[in-house]
T-cell receptor
């Protein structure tokens, strides 16, 4: 049974601070890891993808992967009110060929 | 930027009827997926489709569901004999080789 766990929140962060979102997964065969952002009533929007251990940075976003600990995280620097959304962690087993297994998401609130 | 297009945006159907949800993938994308999201719950994988056949399907994707790509452009999800619990957002996602999945805006399906 493939499981992806996230703290549902809400996680409240002051504007300009760093938001840290965490995710754990159960299947050690997982190879591809994604963060999607979902605004209320909208579809998931890809933020970051990461495939190997370590950090990957893209603008204000940094994804971190630790396969030994089965842990993936997303850092958002200089948080803006527009970052307020639900952040979904998603995992694929075989390089993305399989369907994604999603966590329930973390609701992030950026306080102005 | 190219988008995954889904129609209709909202479908209201009587229980027991059949519905067809449509998706137009991004033009050079070869892998297609359907997901659903029941209100307040996580995004769930239904089926993946590649080279005109199903690659993988979840436990949710039973005989009530079918997919096809009838004309080389549209990718459709058919739900036969709909039930109240089929009410959800249905998302189509597509991707290129070795790239992350991109989601359409979704179809909200309401079964009465």
């Amino acid at each position: 049974q493939k499981e992806v766990e996230q703290n549902s929140g809400p996680l409240s962060v002051p504007e300009g601070a760093i938001a840290s979102l965490n995710c754990t997964y159960s299947d050690r065969g997982s190879q591809s890891f994604f963060w999607y952002r979902q605004y209320s009533g909208k579809s998931p929007e890809l933020i970051m993808s990461i495939y190997s251990n370590g950090d990957k940075e893209d603008g204000r976003f940094t994804a971190q992967l630790n396969k030994a600990s089965q842990y993936v995280s997303l850092l958002i620097r200089d948080s803006q009110p527009s970052d307020s959304a639900t952040y979904l962690c998603a995992v694929a087993i075989r390089g993305g060929a399989d369907g994604l297994t999603f966590g329930k998401g973390t609701h992030l609130i950026i306080q102005p | 930027e190219p988008e995954v297009t889904q129609t209709p945006s909202h479908q209201v159907t009587q229980m027991g009827q059949e519905v067809i949800l449509r998706c137009v993938p991004i033009s050079n994308h070869l892998y297609f997926y359907w997901y659903r999201q029941i209100l307040g719950q996580k995004v769930e994988f239904l089926v993946s489709f590649y080279n005109n056949e199903i690659s993988e399907k979840s436990e949710i994707f039973d005989d009530q569901f079918s997919v096809e790509r009838p004309d080389g452009s549209n990718f459709t999800l058919k739900i036969r004999s709909t039930k109240l619990e089929d009410s959800a957002m249905y998302f189509c996602a597509t991707r290129r080789e070795d790239q992350p999945q991109h989601f359409g805006d979704g179809t909200r399906l309401s079964i009465l």
